[in-house]
């Protein structure tokens, strides 16, 4: 039943995360690249040098050292890659400022994959798993200068796929955040820490990588109630040193609604890079209240990228 099971565990492995390969650079919970931002996802995920959200700790972890908002916390639901995996993600972050010069930021991240059979030793099916994997942090931010912060967070890493046992791992972020007023500079480096073991002869590094980013926000208009908000990174894994990278643009009225659309390049999932796909998103804000909504669009027809979406709650203050 044993050799059963791992038999099915590795087509789902092949399967479920044909986007996120466990296989490629040998690296495990690939999951951490999700990012829950709804808002983030409408512009292909160019938030490194983004303003502030409820999930800047998936962004970079410095941003909440430079918002003006006292708080801001959010939920939100993703369902990733429908065709293929149908994975549902659920997470709830937020941040909030404790002194004049530094934020505390908290976040969970939920990741449930599809479910596989499980068979015995006679080929029967007697029952099936679903793979869940699970990360939690909390992480400080601090503004050392008017126009610049740090930021570390620190998770740890909970992995259920089925195996002899079951993984964890601890991890951390950086990140470093320059506002220029009229231009933003942005550099994270994520996914740092322990190897993850199922069990087995083999551990599996965490997806480390780097990213840096630059955007800026224009306002114009006669009353300059219209904003246009441009995004630029760029990334490399360590492991294989495997390259991508996104570029965003939102346009909102009266900070009140927004729209936006981007593009992520990526190469074939072989080298650990989410493939290609475009992006589009919307989102409005009324008395605090922020609701965000983001939908995938896959270059090639047959990617199961395409119909993904993620939708967001909050509020700030």
């Keep these: 039943m044993m050799v059963k099971m791992k038999q099915h565990i590795s087509a789902y492995l092949l399967a479920a995360v044909l986007l996120l390969p466990l296989t490629a650079g040998a690296q495990a919970v690939q999951f951490l690249d999700y990012n829950p931002d709804a808002r983030t996802a409408g512009m292909a995920g160019a938030g490194v040098s983004l303003e502030a959200t409820a999930f ?4 970079n972890a410095a941003a909440p050292a430079l918002s003006t908002a006292t ?3 959010a939920v939100s639901y993703g369902l990733w890659q429908p065709s293929g995996a ?8 937020g941040y909030g400022r404790v002194a004049r010069f530094m934020s505390v930021s908290a976040g969970i991240k939920y990741f449930s994959h599809s479910p596989y059979d499980i068979t015995d030793a006679g080929g029967l099916v007697s029952g099936s798993f ?3 994997e699970m990360t939690a942090g909390i992480g400080l931010a601090f503004r050392i200068l008017p126009i610049l912060s740090l930021g570390a967070d620190v998770h740890y890493v909970h992995s259920d796929i089925g195996g002899p046992k079951k993984g964890g791992a601890v991890s951390a972020d950086f990140g470093a955040m320059l506002d220029l007023k009229y231009l933003r500079l942005g550099a994270t480096v994520s996914n740092i820490g322990s190897k993850v073991n199922y069990g087995g002869a083999s551990a599996y590094g965490l997806p480390a990588n780097f990213k840096l980013g630059a955007g800026t926000v224009q306002t114009f208009g006669a009353d300059r109630r219209h904003a246009l908000t441009v995004s630029l990174q760029g990334g490399m894994l360590f492991k294989g040193t495997a390259l991508f990278g996104e570029a965003g643009v939102e346009y909102a009225w009266n900070d009140m609604v927004r729209v ?9 999932s072989t080298s650990g890079v989410i493939p290609s796909y475009a992006s589009v998103g919307a989102g409005f804000r009324i008395l605090g209240i922020h609701v965000d909504a983001a939908y995938i669009i896959g270059t090639d027809a047959r990617s199961p ?3 993904s979406f993620s939708i967001g709650l909050g509020y700030s203050f």
Excluded at 56 to 59: D, G, I, Q
Excluded at 86 to 93: D, L, Y
């Design 56 to 59: 800047s700790m998936w962004n």
């Design 71 to 73: 708080m801001d916390a």
């Design 86 to 93: 149908g994975n549902h993600v659920i997470a709830a972050a």
């Design 130 to 132: 679903t793979p869940k």
């Design 260 to 268: 936006s659309a981007g593009y992520h390049y990526g190469s074939s």
């Design 305 to 307: 990228l395409t119909n």
